[in-house]
């Protein structure tokens, strides 16, 4: 099997794998062959960097962080062991992408739209299919995230995640209104009223400076990310979210709760 490693530590992980797992072939980082595996040691920003880079290649999530809802729950050797004996399954995810003027930004967790500066706020607008979404708001801005991207930032704003669908949350906003999750089929249009404003996507150092009268489409993209599944088909999302996050959450699609057992 053909792997590629990211992370800060990736040469520890190379050694201790040519060690104890020689049946592997490690690739080196830029090299032009495709692997069939690419392990992600480190964080939830490790996994977006690799995916970034190759972009589709199924990916494991290896806990190198103390902040990780991707990573897997199993211990390293136990990774290991289970991809040298093939006994793991692929489940695809798809990503959101937002068009802005002539730029197109595919993002695996989210999109943010948000204030330029930390004292003063945004006035945007929000469009469903052509419709709009409340009134104009005025807050922090808003992020609009994927079900993995749903125990990111979406998570901290809203104290819930969902497993299907795209989730708008509205941050710090002084309009009382709730966040939605809504079907993914959907497309979403933001106006900047009155900026400044920035763009951002995943961990991705890019910004886009935004000003009144700017607009950004969002919707969901034809790209996937393929994630590594070891469990049962229970484990739908492959993140941890039943784990530490869920039993705050209140899941709008399946309109039920979650709670520790």
Known sequence: MKIKIFGL???????????????????????????????????????????????????VAIRNSQICNTCRWETRDAILRLLSEKKFYITKHFKIEAIYKKHLIVALNDIIIGHHNINTAL??????????????????????????????????????????????????????????????????KVIVTRGPGRMRFDNYKEYFDLKAGDEIIIRKSKEFAQIVNFRGAWEKLNVSISQNRLPLGYCQVCRKYYRDK
């Open 123 to 188: 006035r945007y607008k929000v469009y469903i299919n052509d419709h709009q979404y409340g009134t104009e708001f005025l807050g922090d801005g808003v992020v609009v995230a994927t079900p993995i991207g749903s125990t990111a930032y979406y998570q901290v704003i809203t104290r819930s995640n969902f497993e299907e669908g795209i989730g708008l949350a509205f941050n710090n906003t002084i309009n009382s209104i709730g966040h939605v999750v809504i079907n993914n089929k959907n497309i979403i």
């Open 9 to 59: 530590e990736r040469e520890k992980l190379v050694k201790y794998i040519q060690k104890n797992y020689p049946s592997f072939k490690i690739l080196a980082q830029k090299t032009k062959n495709k692997p069939d595996i690419v392990l992600c040691y480190g964080g939830d920003g490790t996994l977006l960097m690799a995916e970034r880079e190759n972009p589709g290649i199924p990916k």
